[in-house]
């Protein structure tokens, strides 16, 4: 019995897209309704076909779906909240896939009923943006975190649940505050970070470019992937979380200074105690298959 | 006509090991001995069989060579250099692979003849460690930067370049210092900040490891692999190469500082033209075949 047999896709992008395709390749009997606010895209999405539909306004999308995901920029979800408010069943779920979910809660409780919202985040994903970027199994091995409102239909947040174990996700349930704080260390400031460093070695004097780009394996081409990311999805998450980021980066900031100090004086043993210990952390990911065993991320190297 | 015909390798854990592997695969004819001073490293190696010969002590590996590889941490160098110098042949080159290349050529030439020392720095590698983790395609498609002193034998040189070529890389030549300031911004500085946010995650006291470890597919996972390298090696490198790399985290503080203040102030604009900047170096070094061109390091999804 599937979770759903109607589901709409709003926003065809990587995550949008993937959504679409791994419910075409797992729930082939579900119907599935695209739209996207770009006409490329839309005419993109048509020629993929990886949606049954893709109707030109949002509010068309929704009329008869029984699960509405929203994969839009989490600054983009009030707008569109508003824009299938009138048009929803009274009967179906909305769902998204936004990197903070606190905001997003707000946003589409401000103009739809809160029992139906069942927000969820999955946390997976590539640098690569647009319809041609998804595939169906990037969610595979994944978790995706839903995080019920207080008026969340339980009985819907079973059937999200199911509906992303279908996908090949593992489900955890938390509080949206709690997601946002998680999600601001374990993405929210690797990002920032990463677009920090890149946008530093690129405003450089002493080296050139093309300095950075030739020697890049040292260490450097590893920022430049999530540095590659959606600027738009991502100016809006900063946006959204102001407050955990602030607090995970002043955290950072203090052990980055630390650091700093044990160089400036020479402090080989701060140093070496600091860098011992974080390889178990790496080996817990692979471990728990959040990343490859193969050294160098299984880079090819022939 | 092969660059050298007997080389000797000292220090034989990931570069070390994967140089003899390479050298047996692309130089075939060559003698190649090994040195390491862990007695559990020796034994390995032997086992492994990628050298013609493991010797016991240091001394007794360079006493017929025509090129010693010194690949130990750069703390190292100065006090192999004074193992070697009794028993160094009059016209072998000394080349090592550190990653710092003033701090080195000084330790070098405080024990050896200038004329025969010729540092060099192969940027490659993987966050693994040890005999067992080299492999012979390491350096193939990867820059080798050779940074011959002022005394250096030019001839040596040329050999020394010609010798990473065969190995499969690319070579260019650069003063010591203009290395050390182009390694620290694509090389030291993320590894810096790459154990500093692994270091923060694994402190913090609201966010459990194990969700760290579950959601790092957010893109906290990236950090984790060269947060994972080895720490002696790392240490030696930050107290070697002080100058660069205080340098070059004072921009990157200041840059943070700036993305920061944007996101206090709600300022999505500045956030936005940092955000859509960084793309383009990552399609250059993607370009230049310094990456993997497919999605998220070609990492397996399924």
């Given amino acids: 019995m599937l979770p759903f047999a109607r589901v709409t896709v709003i926003g065809l992008g990587l995550i949008g897209s993937s959504i679409a395709r791994a419910v075409r390749d797992y729930m082939p009997s579900v119907r599935l309704t695209g739209h996207d606010a770009s006409p490329a895209v839309r005419e993109a999405a048509r020629a993929l076909r990886f949606a049954d539909d893709v109707t030109d306004t949002a ?22 909240a508003a824009e299938i408010a009138d048009e929803l069943p009274a009967d179906a779920i909305v769902s998204d896939v936004g990197s903070c979910k ?42 995706c975190i839903v995080t019920p409102l207080a008026d969340s239909d339980p009985t819907g947040v079973e059937r999200v649940a199911e509906f992303w174990r279908r996908l090949g996700a593992e489900v955890e349930q938390m509080a949206p505050d709690h997601h946002d704080l998680v999600l601001a260390v374990t993405s929210h400031l690797p990002h920032l970070i990463a677009y920090t460093i890149v946008g530093t070695a690129d405003d ?69 105690d600091r860098f011992a210990r974080t390889r178990a952390i790496r080996r817990s990911i692979v471990d728990q298959g959040q990343d490859d065993a193969a050294a160098d991320f299984g880079r090819k190297h022939d």
């Avoid at 997003?104 to 041609?132: K, M, N, W, Y």
């Avoid at 950072?252 to 630390?258: A, G, K, T």
């Fill in 204 to 272: 450089l004097e002493q080296v050139t470019e093309s300095e950075v780009i030739k020697f890049s394996a040292g260490g450097f081409r590893d920022f430049t992937r999530i540095a590659a990311s959606d600027p738009v999805m991502w100016r809006d998450v900063f946006l959204s979380n102001k407050d955990a980021v602030l607090d995970m980066l002043q955290r950072f900031s203090e052990d980055l200074s630390q650091l700093q100090r044990a160089i400036r004086w020479g402090d080989g043993d701060a140093l070496y």
């Fill in 59 to 80: 509010g068309a999308a929704v009329t008869d779906a029984d699960l509405v995901i929203l994969c839009v920029p989490v600054g983009a979800m009030a707008a569109v």
């Fill in 102 to 143: 606190a905001s997003v809660a707000a946003a589409l409780t401000a103009h739809l009923p809160p029992a139906q919202v069942i927000p969820a985040h999955p946390v997976a994903g590539t640098e690569q943006s647009g319809p041609d970027a998804g595939f169906a199994t990037l969610f595979r091995g994944r978790w």
